[in-house]
């Protein structure tokens, strides 16, 4: 076996199931290695789209997802997806074709630089681990250890570059072997009893839950944590729906276009326990590092990167480790000490009267044009409640986060951490490969659409049923509007000529369907739509005046970025 059938091999053996990229020369031994195997090779339109498709595999599978390009510019264009991973700890193998040793330092084509290791310092940045294989019997040891690294303590993207020349020398078979991924699931016994003691006493407690919860696929832990204490949660906007927003101790999303009741809980009334959980409260959810977020006696914060625990606020109790393993503990350390009578109607009647205070008068939104907050609504009672939500970057993210309703963990997906525009119309396509029966839709703007819109022949060429809702009124919108709100004129303008959503669907070879008014989007309409399995776009013109729920991203970058 020569070192790029070891590569290919080992992923095999790990279950990988697609790989996402695009051919080139210095890519070939790869190709012929996948050429034999069982992973299916999902060929994009931009290394780009790869990197994030990988990203939605991962997030929907718990595997690791993996993308390759060629050499140079190829290897360039993954940057962005594999920063986008590295931001939100999702694990992502990259795989980067080289010029042949032999040729370093000459100018050959698609070499990055004249040292040909340039590639590896700009991928350590944006990685775990980035390494480049000069020595075909590391081949085997390198893919393991690349992916030990990307599954294991906070996950992430890594990254190998393969020279082509040594990923076609052959190695020894002993090489070619399967190596374990290795979890640490420590924690902080002490440090357990000391939040189990101050959640004990405290009187009005309150639970943030973040990121981190989801990526340990800890709902189960933190409902029964929540039930047990009678204890409120919020989340994260990345976090949203890991409890079910319709339970009674749900505040909803924090932060950013989040719940005001959240905000009335949290930040208005006089909190004095708070527990984060996978949280490193950033400005996405604090909004802007706001101080009347701390509890009035004791911030407990659990995370699995130790940097993370008291970076943004002062925390008493500090838990390093992962949020299933630690909520566990807790909660066996509270059932043994706990002896007070149950709360939770007087909490949970606390929470409905704080809703039932923040109701405002429903608006009018049976007029034209299609107000967006009408669209959402429209879209959340067609599509079965298993769907997969898939949200870009933009307004059509605040409109998401404010008005969905999300039922079942696991089921928003907002790749916040980088906040990449053209995310949601990629990552999507990976993760309906994951996904199996269950609706992927894709919520994006025109802005983030014309991105990686092209991504739609990718998902018709392998008849990848994604629906994606572009929701078009010319313009990049959170700019457009967040400028109308802070009185900046347009420098670099934010709005353009309109586009065909429909006719670019027809041309890629996907369905396209208009939607001009409410109601279009109903029930009868996404059954078809999803029982049909044909890749869709649906071209949605929304109002363009409506202004979403942005301004307490307005006022955070008033008061922080002048």
């Not at 595999?57 to 940057?79: D, K, Q």
């Not at 049976?366 to 769907?387: F, G, N, Q, S």
């Not at 010319?474 to 709100?485: A, E, I, Q």
Request: hydrophobic share 40%; aromatic share 8%.
């Amino acid at each position: 076996m020569n070192a790029a059938e070891v590569i290919v091999g080992s992923l095999e053996k790990d279950g990988v199931q697609y790989i996402f990229g695009i051919p080139g020369g210095a890519i070939e031994p790869l190709n012929n290695a996948l050429y034999t195997s069982t992973i299916k090779v999902i060929v994009t339109k931009l290394e780009q789209g790869a990197a994030f498709m990988a990203d939605g595999y991962a997030r929907v599978s718990g595997n690791v997802g993996v993308c390759c390009s060629t050499a140079g510019p190829g290897a360039t264009n993954l940057i962005t997806g594999t920063a986008s991973s590295f931001a939100d700890s999702i694990p992502v193998i990259t795989l980067t074709g080289q010029v042949s040793t032999s040729l370093f330092g000459k100018g050959a084509v698609q070499e990055f630089s004249i040292q040909s290791f340039s590639i590896v310092s700009i991928f350590r940045q944006i990685s775990k681990y980035s390494d480049i294989i000069i020595n075909e019997n590391k081949a085997g040891e390198m893919i393991a250890k690349a992916r030990r690294l990307a599954l294991s303590g906070r996950k992430g993207p890594v990254h190998l570059n393969l020279p082509a020349d040594i990923m076609k020398r052959k190695v020894a078979d002993e090489h070619h072997r399967k190596f374990s991924t290795a979890q640490v699931m420590g924690f902080d016994r002490e440090a357990v009893k000391e939040a189990a003691k101050l959640l004990l006493s405290a009187k009005k407690p309150v639970i943030v839950a973040g990121w981190g919860t989801v990526l340990s696929r800890a709902d189960i832990e933190l409902l029964e944590l929540a039930e047990l204490m009678d204890i409120p949660v919020a989340t994260s906007p990345k976090a949203k729906g890991i409890l079910s927003e319709s339970h009674p101790l749900s505040l909803g999303v924090l932060g950013f276009a989040g719940s005001p009741t959240a905000k009335e809980y949290i930040i208005k009334r006089d909190v004095d326990v708070m527990l984060a959980v996978g949280t490193s409260f950033n400005e996405w959810v604090t909004p802007g590092w706001d101080k009347k977020l701390l509890p009035t006696k004791s911030m407990i914060q659990i995370d699995i990167d130790c940097n993370e625990i008291g970076k943004n606020y002062y925390v008493n109790t500090g838990i390093a480790g992962d949020a299933k393993t630690v909520l566990r503990e807790l909660i066996y350390e509270l059932r043994r000490n706990n002896k007070r009578k149950k709360l939770r109607d007087d909490r949970c009647k606390d929470i409905q009267a704080i809703k039932e205070s923040l109701k405002v008068n429903p608006k009018k939104l049976d007029k034209m044009p299609y107000h967006p907050e009408r669209m959402i609504m429209d879209l959340a009672e067609a599509v079965p409640e298993e769907t997969l939500y898939f949200v870009d970057s933009g307004n059509c993210m605040a409109w998401a986060i404010r008005y969905l309703n999300i039922e079942r963990p696991y089921s928003f997906f907002v790749g916040l951490g980088f906040a990449s525009m053209g995310f949601a119309v990629a990552a999507s396509i990976g993760a309906k490969l994951a996904a199996g029966d269950k609706p992927v839709i894709a919520l994006v703007g025109d802005g983030s659409f014309l991105m990686n819109g092209t991504e739609v022949a990718t998902a018709v060429n392998y008849n990848i049923p994604v629906i994606w809702v572009v929701m078009n009124n010319s313009m990049f919108g959170m700019v457009h509007h967040g400028r109308k709100l802070a009185g900046i004129p347009e420098g670099i303008t934010s709005s353009f000529k309109p586009v065909d959503f429909v006719k670019f669907a027809e041309g890629c070879g996907a369905r396209g369907i208009r939607i001009t008014k409410p109601g279009e989007i109903n029930k009868e309409m996404m059954d078809e739509i999803i029982s049909t399995g044909v890749p869709t776009v649906l071209d949605v013109i929304i109002d363009p005046e409506e202004v979403p729920p942005i301004h307490s991203r307005i006022a955070t970058l008033e008061k922080l970025y002048t």
